[in-house]
């Protein structure tokens, strides 16, 4: 197959693993399932798709469906047989909702993807998907080195296609390391000393607003050393912290001395001076 031209570099799949990976739809009957398919096998670093005697493809539905993942579809191979699909896999896994009488070893998606990327040291790897009616046959089944179910409702486990593919893709990623996630910037931490200098503003004008006592301080001090040491505060935020604080000692020395602050704050708030809050 050509390489895609919109393949992901190694280090965007993991351990490059997912280049040894490939999704092989059989007998699928609707075009637009295969570029859905391919559009979640994309999203997951996987390019190779393979398409067992499909009812109509190339197919206008299937570029529709394939949303950013053209590149995939282009790239497809259309073989005949099932067994032409296979041929050169060192692995094959084929997935199963419906309990088999003779299906053999059977284990969950999670073990299967780990077990089908330790193989891709040996050669290609294929997941095998069956029709949208009724999955695989058990001739095809058959023809799976390992059988693989997605854990699901027991009432209803029946997933659509695309969503098959869609979770067994994941899987692999996961197993081939391909766990890393974009992080947010990181800004510059507070110091100690302006961790400490906001610790001491905010008693002094907790204590003007009368909200600490400093001869009966209690635990409260303590407590709001602990909350600054646990929000792992950053430079920019102490200092809106402390702009607060400033604001609020501002007002505080504009305020009448022998008023009290917590029943200004309620008439502010709209409410009557004495009434119960």
């Known amino acids: 197959m050509a390489a895609n031209p919109d393949a992901l570099d190694d280090s965007a ?19 637009g399932n295969i570029g859905a398919a391919a559009r979640a096998a994309w ?46 896999c060192a692995w094959t896994v084929g997935l199963s909702a419906r309990p088999r009488e003779l299906a053999g070893r059977v284990v969950p998606i999670r073990a299967a993807a780990q077990e089908a990327i330790a193989h891709t040291r040996d050669g290609p790897v294929a997941l095998v998907f069956g029709s949208e009616m009724s999955g695989l046959s058990n001739d095809e089944l058959a023809r799976c080195r390992s059988v693989a179910t997605i854990p699901a409702n027991p009432v209803y ?68 050393r602990r909350l600054f040491a646990r929000a792992g505060l950053e430079h920019e935020e102490v200092n809106i912290l402390r702009g607060i604080l400033a604001r609020v000692d501002a007002l505080l020395a504009r305020a009448p001395r022998d008023a009290d602050p917590s029943a200004g704050a309620s008439r502010a708030a709209g409410a009557k001076p004495g009434a119960p809050r």
């Open 157 to 224: 486990s029946s997933l659509n296609l695309a969503a098959a593919v869609q979770v067994a893709a994941y899987e692999l990623r996961l197993a081939a390391g391909g766990e890393p996630v974009w992080q947010a910037p990181r800004f510059e931490p507070a110091t100690h000393a302006a961790i400490e200098g906001l610790h001491a503003h905010a008693e002094r004008t907790l204590a003007a607003m009368r909200f600490l006592d400093p001869a009966m301080p209690r635990r409260l001090m303590p407590r709001l």
């Open 43 to 88: 999203t997951m670093g996987i390019d190779a798709l393979v398409l067992v005697a499909p009812r109509r493809f190339p197919d206008p539905d299937a570029t529709a469906r394939a949303t950013g993942a053209e590149g995939v579809l282009a790239n497809a191979r259309v073989v005949e047989s099932l067994d032409d699909a296979l041929a050169d």
């Open 13 to 31: 799949a993991g351990d490059g693993s997912l280049a040894h990976v490939r999704i092989v739809l059989s007998r699928t009957s609707h075009p």
